[in-house]
């Protein structure tokens, strides 16, 4: 029994050793390094932002699953001459959210039953085992807190420079007019 323990204790201990860190990553939704075209009101950029789903120990998901931490948008305001304005709206999100309260319990329902008796002067046992739906406890994670930052306008004069840093990208502008852009996302 003792060395049954012993070996289930270096497993437990192998398996949390093999949890990565949690790692913060960001996604966009438009094409990189690729001419693209907005007009006024138009986003230029959209940047989701998530975190691996912590475990009980502070490492990242086995199973490699997620949570949202944020967004970043960039939105076309229009233009005068070479100047180009835009609008820079984020939020940070904080779901509280852990592979502990993010899983469901399920909870098989088997049932065995074991029978023994003679037939006359022989011996006779059985075993029957009936199987029936799990009972599930769904997830009970928090309440997700959606914390909006402040929104910045800002503005852009191609006379002097042609580009702009949001969330780590850089945002290469190619031409202005009046109502529309060429841009450029590295």
Same mark, same amino acid.
């Given at each position: 029994m003792r060395s049954r323990f012993g070996l289930v204790a270096v497993l437990f201990a192998a398996q949390v050793q093999a949890c990565a860190p949690v790692e913060h990553t960001a996604k966009i939704t438009q094409p990189v390094n690729q001419v693209l075209y907005a007009g006024i009101g138009d986003s230029i950029i959209t940047i989701s932002t998530e975190k691996s789903l912590p475990n009980a120990f502070g490492q990242a998901d086995v199973f490699g699953r997620t949570t949202p931490t944020g967004m970043i948008t960039v939105q076309y305001l229009g233009s005068e001459g070479t100047v180009a304005r835009f609008v820079r709206r984020a939020v940070d999100i904080d779901t509280g959210a852990t592979t502990m309260n993010s899983s469901p319990i399920f909870i098989p329902n088997t049932q065995t039953t074991t029978t023994s008796g003679f037939v006359g002067t022989t011996p006779v046992a059985a075993t029957s085992t009936t199987y029936a739906p799990p009972t599930i406890i769904p997830a009970n994670s928090p309440?997700?807190?959606v914390l909006p930052q402040a929104e910045v306008i800002f503005k852009v004069d191609m006379s002097l420079e042609n580009e702009f840093v949001?969330?780590?990208?850089? #945002?290469?502008? #190619?031409?202005v007019a009046p109502t529309s852009i060429s841009y450029r996302i590295h």
């Open positions: 309440q997700a807190q949001v969330g780590g990208r850089k #945002i290469e502008l #190619i031409s």
